[in-house]
Every structure is written in structure tokens, then in C-alpha cells.
């Protein structure tokens, strides 16, 4: 398609270079693919999502096919949709909040040095509508089912704030020992040593002290 090939110069040179005709686009859902199609042919996007409650199903593929196939103004887009997804977050929706967190997070996996910032535009609204103490507290209640991911997850948003990590974690610690379960859990260990605990030893002395009692 002549259409699609000057939206991206990916697609160019699929068809143009290599001669193909076809373009095998399994790894997107259909409603992404078709979405990104009659975006590229009408040069607007009116939505990037099939949902109000849940942005992930649409958002994520749309997203990465707007970056695999390098159409800049369609990321932007899918930029200023985040952004207003964003916006439109208040500090009751706790649920919202983490759903565009771990978005993000997913974002900056695919590509670390193009998306960071929607990482960072996140976590200044996690800061502003939350606070990092009171997200990461209600983050925190199913610790004992985290996975791998959603450990990284509490290191990366309390960033610098370590002193809130170590505190969850001891409350942690206090109720694995209450239930006299023995040593540490796994994620209680990955977390420790994903923590940059010299950074609580200048905050809060006493608190670092705390946790090597």
C-alpha cells in the first residue's frame, strides 16, 4: 500500500526493497492492526483504546506497532492519549493509577531510550494525585503474591525514597515472623537486594538500624 509505505518507512522498504506484498502481523491483536490500517489511510487517530476501564487490550499493540513500524506522528498520538489518560486520573482511583503505571512500565521495557518519559510523567502523577508513600502502601498488600515484576515495580516508583520501601518491608518481615513462617520469603530477599539501602542509612538512620536488628 502506497498509503501505509509513506506513513512508515519501515513498511517502505518492506515492500519497496525487499518486494514483499504481504506483512504478517500475528503478534498484534486484530482490532490494533485494523485501528493502525484506517489511522495510516485517514492521518488521525480518534481513540487507542476499545475500553474506558481497561486501556491495555488496544493501547499496548497500537502503541508498538505505531513503534516497530516507526510512524512518528501516530506515537505521538498514542503520547498524548497516555497523557490524558493521565490527566483525567484523580487521587481516589487507585485502580486507574496502577493500570497506567504498569503500562508504562511495559512501554519502557520495549524501548528504554524513546519512552522513559511516559515512565516519568507517571510517577510525577502517582507523586501528585497519590503520593508515593500512600500508592506504594496499597501496592504493597499483596507483596506476598508479587511477582518478579511487580517487586521492580515498587523499586522504581519509590526511586530515592528507599526509607518507604524499608518500612513495608519491615511491616512484612513483622508479619512473616508473627506467623512463624522461618526465613525470609523469595520476594522479601529480591527486594533487599534490589534496594539501594545505603540511600535509607543517610535518610533514616534509625529506620536502616531497624531493619538489621
Known amino acids: 500500500s502506497v498509503i501505509l509505505s509513506f506513513n512508515s518507512p519501515v513498511i517502505e522498504n518492506i515492500t519497496t526493497n525487499l518486494g514483499m506484498t504481504t506483512l504478517d502481523c500475528d503478534e498484534f491483536s486484530a482490532i490494533a492492526v485494523e485501528s493502525f490500517i484506517l489511522s495510516c489511510y485517514m492521518g488521525e487517530l480518534e481513540s487507542c483504546t476499545d475500553s474506558k476501564d481497561d486501556i491495555k487490550p488496544m493501547f499496548r499493540d497500537l502503541n508498538k506497532m505505531a513503534l516497530v513500524f516507526e510512524v512518528q506522528w501516530l506515537l505521538s498520538k498514542c503520547t498524548e492519549f497516555f497523557r490524558e489518560m493521565l490527566s483525567a486520573i484523580d487521587g481516589e482511583d487507585y485502580a486507574a493509577m496502577l493500570n497506567l503505571f504498569e503500562e508504562a512500565l511495559y512501554i519502557f521495557k520495549e524501548n528504554p531510550k524513546s519512552r522513559i518519559h511516559l515512565m516519568d510523567l507517571t510517577i510525577e502523577k502517582i507523586q501528585e494525585v497519590n503520593g508515593t ?44 515472623i508473627d506467623d512463624k513462617v522461618g526465613l525470609l520469603t523469595d520476594n522479601m530477599k529480591y527486594l533487599l537486594s534490589n534496594t539501594d539501602l545505603s540511600i535509607c542509612r543517610v535518610n533514616d538512620r534509625a529506620l536502616y538500624e531497624t531493619l538489621f536488628d
Open 133 to 176: 508513600d500512600t500508592f506504594l502502601s496499597n501496592y504493597f498488600e499483596d507483596f506476598k503474591n508479587f511477582t518478579q515484576q511487580q517487586v521492580d515495580l515498587v523499586v522504581w516508583i519509590a526511586g530515592n525514597e528507599v526509607e518507604i520501601i524499608v518500612q513495608h518491608l519491615l511491616t512484612e518481615i513483622a508479619s512473616h
